[in-house]
């Protein structure tokens, strides 16, 4: 079970890997802002259904 801490450390962690990433300029974020909130049901739709079925992980641990 997580706990506040971990709840706000893995929001933390989100919120930096979002800041970090690098788009092309016609990717700009009120763009993407602007996508998400007018396709907000069907993101969290999408979201709710990849973590019933989640991808395999792309993380390399070696």
Known sequence: ???HNDDQHAATEAYERK???VRPEFL???TLDR???DH???LIELGAK????PLPSTD???
Request: proline share 0%; net charge neutral.
């Open 40 to 42: 907000a049901k069907d």
């Open 50 to 53: 990849s973590a019933i079925h």
């Open 1 to 3: 079970m997580m706990t």
């Open 35 to 37: 996508v998400a909130h």
């Open 19 to 21: 800041q970090g990433r």
């Open 60 to 62: 390399s641990k070696d």
């Open 28 to 30: 700009n974020q009120d």
